[in-house]
T-cell receptor
Framework: AQSVSQHNHHVILSEAASLELGCNYS??????LFWYVQYPGQHLQLLLK??????LVKGIKGFEAEFIKSKFSFNLRKPSVQWSDTAEYFC????????????FGQGTTLQVKP | DTGVSQDPRHKITKRGQNVTFRCDPI?????LYWYRQTLGQGPEFLTY????????KSRLLSDRFSAERPKGSFSTLEIQRTEQGDSAMYLC???????????FGPGTRLTVL
């Protein structure tokens, strides 16, 4: 079955610390990969996406992610987090040939301490 | 671009009652998706419309659930004979064909007592 796994459920960091959130997906052919963020009280927003080309993609607010095809991974990184990055982060995948539906991981809650 | 809107934002109902939610996608977005999110989990796909045609339904969508998109614009999701296990956030997302990125609405939080 097609699935997405996020390794960390709850991460607590101090401001200026570096962040890496893991995401792995099951094999299913060509994929489109996404990271969505949900700030407290707000709806899901796209952070960044990978469709093809350069496997290192940059998103909003200094986030980036690297697609490693051999590892079926799409990890999210940020060199220096801020208190305002406190949110829930979701990795999602859509598989080619599907209807574009997204398969989400279970999410990672990031808490940044000032 | 006014974004995806959903109504109501919150719904509290008693077990056994029927509820209906509405989603208004971004105009000119012909693809519309419904997802369900429970506490501590990521959203799970429920169903997909391309224009007015419902092209995919998840096995999660029991026969108590029905969705429509009659004119290819707004969509409704109805749950009949609600159960406590239906309590969740119901999310709607839209996109246009070939674009892939989905834009999400604020969701409707359903509580079944």
């Amino acid at each position: 079955a097609q699935s997405v796994s996020q390794h960390n459920h709850h991460v607590i960091l101090s401001e200026a610390a570096s962040l890496e959130l893991g995401c792995n997906y099951s094999y299913g052919g060509t994929v489109n990969l996404f990271w969505y963020v949900q700030y407290p009280g707000q709806h899901l927003q796209l952070l960044l996406k990978y469709f093809s080309g350069d496997p290192l993609v940059k998103g909003i607010k200094g986030f980036e992610a690297e697609f490693i095809k051999s590892k079926f991974s799409f990890n999210l990184r940020k060199p220096s987090v801020q208190w305002s990055d406190t949110a829930e982060y979701f990795c999602a995948v859509s598989y080619s040939g599907n209807t574009g539906k997204l398969i989400f991981g279970q999410g990672t809650t990031l808490q940044v301490k000032p | 671009d006014t974004g995806v809107s959903q109504d109501p934002r919150h719904k509290i109902t008693k077990r056994g009652q029927n509820v209906t939610f509405r989603c208004d996608p971004i105009s000119e977005h012909n693809r519309l998706y419904w997802y369900r999110q429970t506490l501590g989990q990521g959203p799970e796909f429920l169903t997909y419309f391309q224009n007015e045609a419902q092209l995919e339904k998840s096995r999660l969508l029991s026969d108590r659930f029905s969705a429509e998109r009659p004119k290819g614009s707004f969509s409704t999701l109805e749950i009949q004979r609600t159960e406590q296990g239906d309590s969740a956030m119901y999310l709607c997302a839209s996109t246009r064909e070939g674009f892939n990125e989905q834009f999400f609405g604020p969701g409707t939080r359903l509580t079944v007592l």
